[in-house]
């Protein structure tokens, strides 16, 4: 497979250069676990890079649902991202404050709305940050209403039922985006009422072995072998999970970047795997 990193992925300097041009919006994906008291968007409001939104991950998803922002309706995507600003045919470039944890959520939920013109900045807000470049405080600017088309790509989502099927028959290789210790079960979960463990006949890539110490990502040609290592077939059909559905979204750009275009997030996640005591769970309590 092809090296596509450059497709998907922007650098700092890049974006530094490109500030402020007609058509590209920069938006802010920054999500933190609950665990860690933290409010992105306050954070957003002290400093962020100059011009961007901030993209409420939370918010812009299916609220109805008890499940942590599984994806919203592509009616209610379409219409927040009008309301943004953000319409048809503009260059989208993405970030969080970490350097690589949610801002990949957020450009997979573009991609499954239909954008293929959305990249996310490698290293993100923390890199930027660390060379010195400009920051800005301050609500949002205020940007007149844009036309934005949905045009959904369903083979980048899966559900618990498909995931059900992968994991007894085969079909599609399911891969766990969280740490060793948590996919052997040897670590609580972050979330409460969840059971520990993981999807029977998965195999664990845990997304932090993609990256490198500033946030950004390793080389396409180191990430394979994280893959390979792990005993995942980067060629055949995959399935990432995670927590729920925000650092798999790490591991389908990351393969992305490898020519894998359509390896898909499973939106529930633990959060609806582990909480469902009718479903298996490897190691067997």
Known sequence: MPD?????LVETGWLAERLGLPGLVVLDGSWHLPTAKRNAYEEYLQEHIPGALFFDIDEISDTSNPLPHMLPSPEKFASRMR???IGDGMQIVIYDSYGMFSAARVWWTFR?????????LNGGLRKWKQEGRPLEDGPPPRRGQ???????????????????????????QIVDARSAARFAGKAPEPRPGLRSGRIPGSLNVPFTEL?????????VVEMRKV???????VGKPIVNTCGSGVTASILSLALAMMGHRNAAVYDGSWSEWGADASLPIEPKG
């Open 211 to 219: 990256l490198q110490e500033d946030g950004s990502f390793k080389p």
């Open 83 to 85: 309301s943004m600003g």
């Open 227 to 233: 893959f390979e290592a792990a005993g995942v077939d």
């Open 4 to 8: 596509m990193a450059d497709k998907w």
């Open 112 to 120: 499954v709305m239909g954008t293929e013109s959305v990249h996310v």
């Open 146 to 172: 844009r036309h934005f088309t949905v045009r959904s790509n369903l083979e980048l989502v899966r559900d618990r039922d498909e995931i059900a099927a992968f994991s007894a028959n085969g079909g599609a």
